[in-house]
């Protein structure tokens, strides 16, 4: 058996205290115990005496109650009995301010009465009265809580009178019916006498009096209610058929919660009480503190700091604490770890860290550029900090550590990984920053648990493209790089949260990025040309830096916006807005309706716009439905030259009756045309579709469409410019899928409307267009007014 020594009121193993008596003479201070594990079992044993005798003692009060189970459900009655008494004491105003506090309480607490219900309602019901009451609590807010308060105090100020005609004997009658030993006959013998008191004339009465005040004060289906109703038209016949079946259901109770709790005791009768917890004393986490000192367990030292010691080297012996677990030796002077180093089998943590000067770019403290090779034989290592050390390499074998969970290696001088770093299988977080690493190993991408990625500041040029192997990563930070391409792999990394690319040599982001379900994006200082229009459809993005990058003169204060007008641009620029060039008498014949409302469910295409020319100022690509009403028609062949003046890309949609050599007129060819086929219409609109595809991705043809939505609701709802294009705008409307719905209930009226317009000789057209724009007017409002009450709703 060891020798056991003690070092100041601690009991150590001999060497271990000899240990810290020569780090004692060293330092010329004593090295004080931050815990004494073994103390504190001691601790626990006397806290479990004092337990388990409060165990024995609770065991005992049980054993008692399960002479008598029904005990605690009759205390139970007992008090909510008490509490009606109290509030049968009120006055009407204090009953109205005892409900007021209780509504507006629940108002804190919905969260708690919706996962009440959530149990309630299987077992009891939709219709019972408490799940109801609990449900009306849920929609109150504080006006609907006082005013509920008010009625409730009016209402029960006339129950509690009520209550008064037969409480004495319902309450004997409650005594029995948790009386374990009560018969059929008893139970019998006192309901008769309870339902004989509310069948005579005088409590009839006053029930009939309470019934009619409750239904005009809280409503006919009130749960409140639901209690007294049966009880209405009692007489001396009903009442002896009741007290039969009420004394029968209540020796029923009774037999069976006397099995159950038969069934419960001898469960309770096998139950020991807890064992003490001092085994899993070790598996807390060592807290060394912050400064010097130990903690020991088990007679043996298991944590040890030497914070800030202006140790050189390491005290003689440390190597031998085969049961050290934690070391700290942070802001130190040491240059070298010990070659036997490795002998620390035990080790969990060990923090080395140095500090780095600004002003000559050399750590100060600690400055070890190198591990021993017995550095690789700690295989219980979790936790590696070795911060600001001028380290030079890793071992080869470094990835033997396989126990590691976090590795910080930031501000040393690393130029590369050793090929072994991917035998890391359980890092989680790996700490990189301002190294000299130029180069990723390939097998850098078989961590596939690591969460957070910090490889900032280094020399990368290139991202692996086996990156999307890091399934479990939610931060990388990948800035202050030279790296000039990501690859498309990384929208495969569906954890990440927070990538940081700033300060690279990006010259584009690939598309695949958006893929992604980030909050934090920094690409500030890059060598982006355009903004990457693409992200705006990354609904989880909270926080984007773009600046610093050679956009346009526009481009560069956009990106100095915050990250919702960012986005609000980007959306708008990613977008094409499509101009639809037609007559009124084509809609139909041409299912031009269902072509925009088919292309407006794309989200490349921002809005299919109406045909004026006011619009061109924002119109990406123009597509002229050739018929011979178009092309012979003035205004829109106006459109149409006034839009490819301005450089817009026309293309022509060829209609049923016209030939390709007709549209020479309009200056359109078929070399870029698309013909209307009614017999496969969705073959039609998909040629069209893919026409905007590759016209998006092969023109800069975006616009700025901040002004767009305001236009398009100008145009829809305000007095139109011409009868044909209002008629245009109507047409595409009635083909939305809110208004086919809307219509056909309002058809009746909309066509009385209009034809009493139509024949109208004090107004003409003016009249007509006035009218019908406050008619749809009146449609959008009603059309705001629903989104809000769902969205509300839902909220």
Same mark, same amino acid.
């Given at each position: ?135 009306? /609590? ?13 009625? /409730? ?9 009520? %209550? ?206 190198? !591990? ?35 590795? @910080? ?7 590369? !990984? ?14 990189? %920053?301002?190294? %000299? ?35 479990? #990563? ?63 459809? /990354?609904?989880? !993005? ?36 499509? /101009? ?10 041409? %299912? ?29 690509? #123009? ?20 839009? @490819? ?151």
């Amino acid at each position: 058996m060891a020798e056991i020594k003690e070092y100041n009121g601690v009991s150590l193993i001999t060497y271990e205290a000899e240990f810290l008596e020569a780090l004692e003479r060293n330092f010329q201070k004593e090295i004080p115990c931050i815990e004494n594990r073994d103390k504190v079992k001691e601790e626990l044993a006397k806290q479990y005496e004092k337990i388990h005798a409060a165990q024995q003692a609770q065991a005992q009060a049980v054993q008692a109650q399960m002479q008598n189970p029904l005990a605690a459900q009759y205390q139970q009655v007992q008090a909510y009995e008490a509490q009606l008494d109290q509030q049968a004491a009120m006055s009407i105003e204090q009953l109205e301010q005892f409900y007021e506090n209780q509504y507006l309480a629940s108002l804190a607490n919905k969260s708690q009465i919706q996962m009440q219900l959530q149990y309630m309602i299987p077992s009891l019901g939709e219709n019972h009265p408490t799940v109801k009451q609990y449900k009306e /609590m849920l929609e109150m807010d504080e006006e609907k809580a006082k005013s509920k308060a008010k009625v /409730m105090a009016k209402y029960f100020s006339e129950y509690f009178k009520l %209550r008064a005609l037969i409480i004495e004997q319902k309450r004997i009658l409650d005594k029995l019916n948790y009386t374990p030993t009560a018969t059929l006959e008893e139970l019998e013998k006192e309901n008769l006498k309870l339902y004989t008191l509310m069948s005579t004339p005088q409590y009839q009465e006053k029930l009939k009096e309470t019934l009619e005040m409750g239904t005009q004060l809280l409503g006919e289906d009130d749960p409140n209610l639901d209690q007294l109703k049966p009880s209405l038209g009692l007489d001396e016949e009903k009442a002896k058929e009741l007290a039969k079946q009420m004394a029968q259901q209540t020796i029923q109770q009774i037999q069976t919660t006397l099995q159950q709790y038969g069934g419960f005791q001898a469960q309770q009768q096998s139950i020991q009480p807890s064992q003490p917890q001092e085994q899993n004393l070790s598996d807390k986490p060592i807290d060394v503190g912050n400064y010097l000192g130990f903690v020991s367990e088990n007679n043996h030292i298991i944590g040890l700091n030497l914070f800030n010691e202006e140790l050189i080297t390491l005290p003689e012996g440390i190597c031998n604490l085969s049961h050290l677990k934690v070391l700290h030796v942070l802001w130190n002077k040491l240059e070298e770890l010990p070659e036997n180093f490795g002998n620390l089998t035990a080790l969990e943590e060990l923090d080395i860290d140095g500090t780095w000067s600004t002003n000559d770019n050399k750590p100060l403290g600690n400055e070890i550029s190198q !591990l021993p090779e017995s550095f690789c034989e700690l295989k219980n290592l979790k936790i590696f900090n070795c911060e600001a050390n001028g380290l030079l390499s890793l071992p080869d074998n470094f990835g033997q550590l396989t126990s590691l969970r976090k590795l @910080k290696l930031t501000q040393n001088r690393l130029s590369k !990984l050793p090929e072994s770093i991917g035998g890391l299988i359980n890092v989680e977080k790996f700490y990189l %920053r301002s190294n %000299r690493i130029s180069n990723i190993p390939l097998s850098f991408c078989n961590l596939e648990k690591i969460k957070e990625l910090d490889l900032a500041y280094n020399k990368i040029e290139k991202i692996p493209a086996c990156i999307d192997q890091l399934k479990s #990563i939610k931060t990388l930070l990948l800035g202050g790089n030279n790296i000039t391409e990501i690859p498309s792999t990384i929208s495969n990394l569906g954890s990440l949260d927070i990538l940081w690319l700033e300060k690279n040599q990006l010259s584009h982001i690939p598309e695949e990025i958006s893929k992604l379900n980030l909050n934090k994006l920094d690409l500030r200082d890059n060598q982006l040309s355009i903004l990457p229009y693409f992200i705006w459809t /990354m609904e989880s !993005l909270r926080d984007l830096k773009i600046e610093g990058n050679p956009f346009s003169e526009d481009e560069q204060e956009v990106a100095q916006r915050d990250t919702g007008a960012i986005l609000d641009y980007c959306r708008q620029r990613a977008s094409i807005a499509v /101009m639809i060039i037609y007559t009124e008498q084509d809609g139909e014949a041409h %299912r031009i309706p269902e072509l925009i409302e088919y292309l407006e469910q794309k989200s490349e295409i921002f809005a299919v716009i109406l045909p004026t020319e006011p619009n061109l100022e924002v119109t990406d690509l #123009i597509l002229f439905f050739a018929t011979s009403g178009s092309v012979n028609s003035e205004e829109m062949v106006k459109i149409l030259r006034a839009g @490819k003046e301005q450089g817009i890309q026309a293309v022509p949609l060829k209609g049923l009756d016209v030939g390709w050599g007709d549209l020479a007129v309009v200056d359109l060819s078929r070399e870029l045309g698309h013909e209307y086929t009614p017999d496969d219409f969705e073959g039609f609109c998909e040629n069209v579709y893919s026409y905007v595809q590759q016209l998006k991705r092969s023109h800069n043809i975006f616009k700025d469409k901040t002004l767009l939505l305001q236009k398009k609701e100008e145009a829809e709802i305000g007095e139109p410019s011409s009868f044909g294009t209002f008629k245009a705008e109507l047409n595409r409307i009635f083909h939305e899928h809110e208004m086919k719905e809307f219509f056909e209930k309002n058809k009746t009226g909309l066509t009385s409307i209009c034809n009493n317009l139509l024949s109208s000789k004090g107004g003409g057209d003016g009249l007509f267009l006035t009218q019908l724009s406050g008619y749809l007017i009146g449609f959008k409002q009603q059309k705001e007014a629903m989104k809000q009450y769902l969205g509300g709703g839902q909220q």
